[in-house]
């Protein structure tokens, strides 16, 4: 599979990470780097690469962040069936964060990690596996923690994990990092002129670069809104305002523009927590999306 734009460098630390597991091996990893920068499609990347593995992920919901567990149910959700093998202090736990026991006590935190430890663990000796965790910044507290505990303890066995986010956060001290930078100037018109519909003044094409800074997402951003006025060389200044709120406001403009109804897909589809169509198709039933 070939290597994303200006990205060979990360590209090979992941696909090694997938040979030391597949070899028998765990590992971790954890990705920084600003909005926009790509961790995403690396994530991307990584899953296609590991078509072999069972793949278990989550992507970290702002609105969830107040909801304990709800990051470590959507990483779960796919094993949960492999619970009734665990020590029963473990399952009891476990079950009992994610709601599925009316009996169990409050749910002890040490208990719940080993838990997730245990879960993928007997996962692994089926075929290896990967666990990535997008936007972790946006994970409840709890999920983060438990997952950085996961980190830490696991043994060796054939799971790598992979987590990603804007910035270090409480706990993620001593993990395996790789910061994601933004691209080369070379990288970034490559990407530019691949997804342009047409040809650049390189003048312009320069001023694009230097605005987004090595930012894939601000470079496509950008160039999807430019104008006649742009294109004859009157952008505006690279220091104007930051990417990322560029960023934002392109995704903001971009949600406000469609329908109603779209919009209300939308919302429903950020809430769902474990990406499960039929679900999201019964939720659409009862607000009567159309």
Request: with cysteine.
């Amino acid at each position: 599979m070939s290597a994303l734009i200006g990205r060979n460098a990360e590209c090979q630390v992941l696909e090694a990470l997938l040979r030391t597991v597949r070899d028998g091996d765990s590992e971790v990893r954890v990705l920084l780097g600003q909005a926009g920068v790509g961790k995403t499609s690396l994530l991307g990347h990584l899953r296609a690469s590991a078509a072999d593995f069972q793949i278990l992920e989550a992507t970290g919901i702002e609105s969830e962040m107040e909801l304990p567990f709800a990051g470590l149910h959507q990483v779960c959700a796919p094993i949960l069936d492999l619970r009734a093998a665990l020590p029963a202090p473990q399952r009891a736990a476990l079950e009992s964060a994610f709601g599925l026991s009316d009996t169990a006590p409050a749910p002890d935190r040490f208990l719940v990690g080993l838990a997730v430890i245990g879960l993928l663990v007997d996962a692994a000796a089926r075929r290896p596996v990967l666990l990535v965790v997008d936007d972790l910044q946006w994970l409840d507290t709890v999920s983060a923690q438990t997952l950085f505990f996961v980190a830490r303890r696991l043994p060796d066995v054939r799971v790598g994990l992979v987590l990603a986010l804007r910035t270090p956060i409480d706990g993620i001290a001593g993990l395996p990092a790789m910061a994601v930078p933004g691209l080369a100037d070379d990288s970034a018109r490559e990407l530019l002129e691949s997804v342009f519909p047409g040809r650049l003044d390189p003048a312009v094409r320069d001023r694009i670069v230097a605005e987004a800074r090595g930012n894939p997402l601000a470079l496509q951003a950008i160039s999807q809104g430019l104008n006649a006025v742009d294109l004859a060389g009157g952008f505006q200044r690279p220091d104007r305002r930051p990417v990322v709120a560029e960023i934002e406001d392109h995704y903001l403009s971009t949600l406000r523009s469609l329908p109603a109804d779209a919009r209300r897909v939308v919302l429903l589809a950020a809430s769902e927590p474990v990406g499960d169509p039929s679900l999201l198709r019964r939720a659409m039933e009862v607000q009567q999306v159309p």
